[in-house]
């Protein structure tokens, strides 16, 4: 007998928690009016979820300065490649250093020697450090002037434009020192005495 009374108890705590649910609401047009307004509320957060994906999918059709970016730090890369020296350089220096010493026959004279041997080799790392000077230049120039052409009201990041624009001053010094050196205005081959 205790067991039911246990049960009913239990029954009547279950209704008169559901109760006041539907007494809170009260009859069937303020029932109404809570649905309206979940409604509301659910479709005023589906319309900003819409907003938000929307200007992530315009953000995404949009420039996001990724190549630009890319662009300066290869202008940068390019330019420290010309000032400091490159493998292909070196090699095409060592080339021409061997065909020089092909060339020259052993009656040749001094200054026939070092310029053959030495000289050309001289002016062929030059010409190869003006080209990836010429070319670090030119890739920060595109970079500074890209925004231009790009979308409008989209301002390029203070960052890109530094580094393009160190790019650009590497990229002048070395295609500068490049022409100094194979001009020979610059460690010219010593005389032959």
């Known amino acids: 007998m205790e067991t039911k009374t246990d049960e009913t108890a239990a029954e009547d705590t279950r209704t008169e928690e559901a109760a006041p649910q539907e007494t809170a609401v009260g009859d069937g047009t303020a029932r109404d009016a809570v649905t309206e307004d979940a409604s509301g509320a659910d479709a005023g957060a589906a319309a900003d979820a819409d907003a938000t994906t929307g200007a992530g999918a315009a953000d995404a059709a949009g420039p996001s300065g990724v190549g630009q970016g890319a662009g300066a730090v290869v202008s940068v890369a390019l330019g420290i490649v010309s000032l400091t020296g490159s493998w292909t350089g070196t090699v095409a220096a060592a080339r021409e250093t061997l065909a020089g010493q092909l060339r020259t026959s052993s009656t040749a004279s001094v200054s026939q020697q070092i310029k053959e041997v030495y000289g050309d ?30 979308a409008p009201g989209r301002p390029q990041a203070p960052w890109i434009k530094s580094v393009a624009w160190a790019g650009v001053a590497l990229g002048v010094i070395g295609l500068l020192l490049a022409v100094l050196k194979y001009s020979d205005a610059l460690l010219g081959l010593p005389p032959a005495s």
Request: charged share 5%; proline share 3%.
């Open 121 to 150: 080799a001289w002016h062929t790392t030059a010409l190869w450090a003006g080209l990836f000077a010429l070319v670090a230049l030119v890739t920060g120039a595109v970079v500074l002037v890209r925004p231009a052409f790009g």
